[in-house]
């Protein structure tokens, strides 16, 4: 008998219940019935949960309906309604942003490469010199709304206003201030001046910083620079020795002028204090005179010769060089002599 691979088949399926097969029709009946409400419902529900967003930490949730702004939503979970109803943008409020002016980073290196844009750093100074000023600047967003729908390009934006502040700036800065000491005061007035013009925009943008990086006349009379700037320190360096010296001096000569003028006050005042004891030692001796004349003259004249004879010097003279007349104001000629006539075994 040959083989009948059909029936052979056939015989092989498992038969199934007719209570089964009833069930299994009306499950395919049911089906064929709700299988495009029910898929609707399901992408209804997809829709519906598109809707559910989270904002991070850092950022804030602008939502716009029909691309009108509605609402502004901190970090967290949250919910909108789905597209193209309402639509969410989360921009970085913490985030710092950076714009590089006059020039550019080619490699972040190490070592840095960074291309010089001379259309951008070459700047008139207040006293009509040119310098190039390299520089950057910070900001971040302090209004979301302000600065998603209130200008087109911030970056742009941001860069022409904080080149045409700087020049500003530079312009009315003497280029000596400009290279050296100045530095500082230029980058808080750029701040200063950046930010009212970005408020005046309604930019929503809050400027953190404004740094120079580089600034140095053009390449052409840099060398004459140079020399002007050694020249300055040079000057400078014999002004503060001279400084120095002075700071020396004075309060010496100051101190040995105070020294004169007390000792001459200290001379006027003993001089003056003597005449006076002179003058009362007089009159007293003057009432004394009065009163006793006599006794007053012999007092004077025997204080006058104390004071004479107490500084002259005393010569005894032996009886046999009586005669002689000896040179009293010699001292040293009439030593010999005394010795030579001197008497044996006598003074």
């Known amino acids: 008998m040959p083989w009948d691979w059909e029936e052979y088949q056939r015989e092989k399926e498992v038969k ?22 029910l898929v609707l419902v399901f992408f209804i529900i997809l829709w519906l949960a598109s809707g559910i967003y989270i ?7 602008v939502v716009k309906r029909f691309g009108t702004m509605v609402r502004i939503t901190p970090p967290g979970p949250h919910y909108h309604l789905p597209y193209p109803i309402e639509t969410v943008i989360k921009p970085k409020i913490t985030e710092v942003r950076r714009l590089e002016i006059g020039f550019r980073t080619i490699s972040p290196g190490p070592p840095a490469q960074y291309r010089t844009i001379p259309e951008e750093s070459l700047m008139l100074t207040g006293d009509e010199n040119i310098v190039s000023v390299e520089f950057i600047v910070q900001y971040k967003i302090k209004d979301p709304a302000a600065y998603l729908f209130n200008v087109k390009d911030i970056p742009k934006t941001v860069k022409d206003a904080a080149e045409a502040s700087m020049r500003e700036i530079v312009g009315r800065t ?6 050296t000491t ?3 005061k230029i980058q808080q007035q750029t701040k200063s001046l950046l930010q009212s013009i970005l408020d005046k925009y309604r930019c929503g943008i809050a400027v953190v910083a404004v740094q120079l990086q580089n600034v140095h006349p053009p390449k ?3 060398d004459a620079f140079k020399d002007v700037a050694s020249a300055k320190e040079d000057m400078n360096k014999y002004i503060n020795e001279a400084e120095a010296y002075r700071n020396d001096i004075l309060p010496k000569a100051k101190g040995k002028a105070a020294q004169i003028v007390n000792e001459a006050m200290a001379y006027k005042e003993t001089k003056i204090k003597m005449a006076q004891g002179e003058m009362e030692r ?6 004394a005179y009065e009163m006793a004349p006599k006794v007053t003259r012999e007092r ?23 005669k002689i007349i000896l040179p009293l104001n010699r001292e040293e000629k009439i030593s010999p002599l005394l010795r030579n006539t001197q008497p044996e075994g006598g003074k």
């Open 182 to 184: 100045g530095k500082f």
């Open 174 to 179: 003497p280029i000596d201030e400009i290279l």
């Open 300 to 322: 004077v004249y025997l204080e006058t010769m104390q004071e004479i004879l107490a500084k002259t010097k005393e010569f005894i003279v032996p009886e046999n060089v009586e």
């Open 282 to 287: 007089f009159l007293s001796r003057l009432k």
């Open 16 to 37: 199934i219940p007719p209570s089964l097969k009833r069930w299994e029709e009306k499950w395919k009946s049911i089906k064929n019935k709700i299988g495009f409400p």
């Open 55 to 61: 904002v991070s930490p850092d950022e804030v949730g």
């Open 220 to 222: 052409a009379v840099i």
